[in-house]
């Protein structure tokens, strides 16, 4: 019966399912061993290296982590009962003066840093546990004698807390970690300013927080400081000062005082104004400041405005009917920098005295003809713009010790003793002759005659030696003949000098 009934439905019977769950069932094995191979064909070569880059780096850093613990350990284990002593420093110090509400910074408004150092060597610990260790910022009464053989206890004993009802004394975050043994001290501020405590003035501190067995760190103290309240930020003096500055912003001089009120009715209101009428005529500015002001006053005053920074740039004045063969330069604040005689350029500190004094007046006249005024970006700018200089004579600091101040005659200069001795005809050897105006030589045939016309007894070559002797002689206690030709050589010369000195300014006006 029962293998009847297997033959009537028309089909045999397969044992252990049907072809087509076997046939499916393959296909899927096959599929997946093609994915696979996909996979290592293809993402292989791009995750291996991928994983073996991360897994490298992680291996090191966990290796260099452990490696300078180790040598810390190790250094401990050979002297296990030795302390090492630490200390913390501020290796910058403090911008003044601080104001209440301002960020604490540095000189040159970088941030405070502090190093862990090491006493014996002088040099930063950069390796060891404490080298990465956390820090607090606390105030410290500004008696505290830092210097002192003080300890951990005396530095608690000094620490300023806040008044009662006021905030905490130190603004933002007052905890910092150590990098390879220095610490940046993040953005602090004063709360509170410094008047209320006995000495009106804070230190800053800094200690560790962490604590290491055989360590010993100890904390760093700064100079006492003054906080001012945030109000009087308003009358901060600037350092250095800038030209646009209002005069007040100068050390000495209050905002609206009796100084500021002086100098204001006389029309200088800044920084600019002050040290143009300083270079201009100083004993005027002196006199407008007053009795009030004292020596070591203006000294202070004068200093903090010269600590001014200028700009590079200068200005020329030609004075009037020399066509281009006597200039002043000066700079923005009228201070005189040199002159400029026959297309030569003398600075400053070769001029003598009474050419200084000439050369300021020029200034002046300068400052009531602006637009008649030149102005070059620097010194070699103006030498090659207007000197037609070339770029490569225009270095600064060229020696100009042989020119002649001849041609500066025609407007009030006066000869000095080089100019004599090119006269006379006695050239020294510090005497550069190419730079000695062209025109001398033409009329020097022309100047002899007009010597011996006027009857001068002595010739050219011996004018020098005269004067020599005259000066050389002048203590001696001599009479007759002697006495008065020396003299008589004296009163030539002079005479000498003065047709000389005609000649070269009709020279001058041609």
């Known amino acids: 019966m029962s293998q009847k009934r297997e033959f009537e439905d028309g089909k045999p019977r397969v044992e252990g399912g049907s072809s087509d769950d076997k046939r499916r069932r393959f296909k899927s094995v096959v599929q997946e061993v093609m994915r696979l191979q996909t996979v290592k064909h293809f993402l292989e070569p791009v995750l291996e290296p991928l994983i073996r880059k991360v897994v490298k780096e992680e291996v090191e850093l966990a290796l260099g982590k452990h490696l300078a613990g180790f040598k810390w350990i190790c250094e401990q284990e050979i002297h296990p009962l030795e302390s090492r002593n630490l200390q913390l420093k501020f290796l910058n110090n403090l911008s003044l003066p ?6 604490v910074e540095g000189d040159e408004g970088q941030a405070i840093r502090v190093g862990l150092i090491d006493p014996s060597t002088g040099e930063i610990v950069s390796s060891g546990p404490a080298s990465s260790a956390k820090l607090e910022f606390f105030v410290v009464e500004g008696y505290f004698d830092k210097d002192s053989d003080w300890t951990a206890e005396d530095i608690r004993n000094n620490i300023v807390r806040e008044r009662a009802g006021k905030k905490p004394l130190l603004s933002g975050n007052v905890f910092a970690l150590l990098n390879d043994g220095i610490g940046v001290m993040d953005e602090i501020s004063f709360t509170d300013n410094s008047s209320w405590t006995r000495s009106r003035k804070f230190r800053l501190g800094v200690r560790m927080v962490d604590q290491f ?4 760190i100890r904390e760093a103290v700064t100079e006492s400081f003054v906080v001012r309240d945030h109000r009087g930020e308003l009358y901060r003096k600037h350092h250095p000062p800038s030209l646009f500055d209002e005069v007040w912003r100068l050390e000495k001089i209050g905002k609206d005082g009796a100084f500021h009120k002086r100098l204001h009715w006389s029309d200088i209101n800044t920084v600019k104004d002050f040290l143009t009428h300083f270079h201009l005529n100083s004993s005027k500015l002196r006199q407008i400041l007053g009795t009030g002001m004292s020596s070591k006053m203006w000294e202070i005053t004068l200093e903090h405005a010269r600590s001014c920074v200028l ?5 020329v004045y030609q004075a009037p009917g020399f066509q281009k063969k006597t200039a002043v330069v000066f700079n923005v604040v009228a201070q005189v920098l040199g002159l400029l005689v026959d297309f030569q350029y003398i600075p400053a500190e070769k001029l003598s005295e009474i050419e200084k004094a000439q050369a300021e007046e020029m200034v002046t006249v300068a400052l009531s003809h602006l637009h008649e005024v030149r ?3 620097d010194e070699i700018s103006m030498m090659r713009n207007f000197l037609n200089v070339p770029a490569s004579q225009t ?3 060229i020696d100009y010790s042989g020119l002649s101040l001849t041609s500066l005659d025609g407007y009030g200069f006066v000869s000095n003793q080089r100019n004599t001795a090119e006269c006379s005809g006695q050239f020294s050897d510090d ?4 730079v000695i105006p062209q025109g001398l030589y033409e009329d020097y045939d022309n100047l002899w005659s007009c010597s011996q016309i006027l009857g001068l007894e002595e010739p050219q070559s011996d004018l020098q030696s005269a004067v020599d002797e005259f000066i050389s002689q002048n203590n001696a206690a001599s009479v007759g003949k002697a006495h008065s030709r020396r003299w008589t050589k004296l009163f030539s010369v002079t005479k000498w000098l003065s047709v000389f000195k005609n000649v070269t300014v009709r020279k001058n006006l041609k």
């Open 431 to 434: 005497v550069d002759m190419e």
């Open 311 to 315: 700009d590079s740039s200068v200005h």
């Open 375 to 377: 102005s070059y970006d």
């Open 395 to 397: 270095g600064v600091g």
């Open 98 to 103: 601080v104001f209440t509400s301002a960020r």
């Open 213 to 216: 067995d055989f360590v010993k």
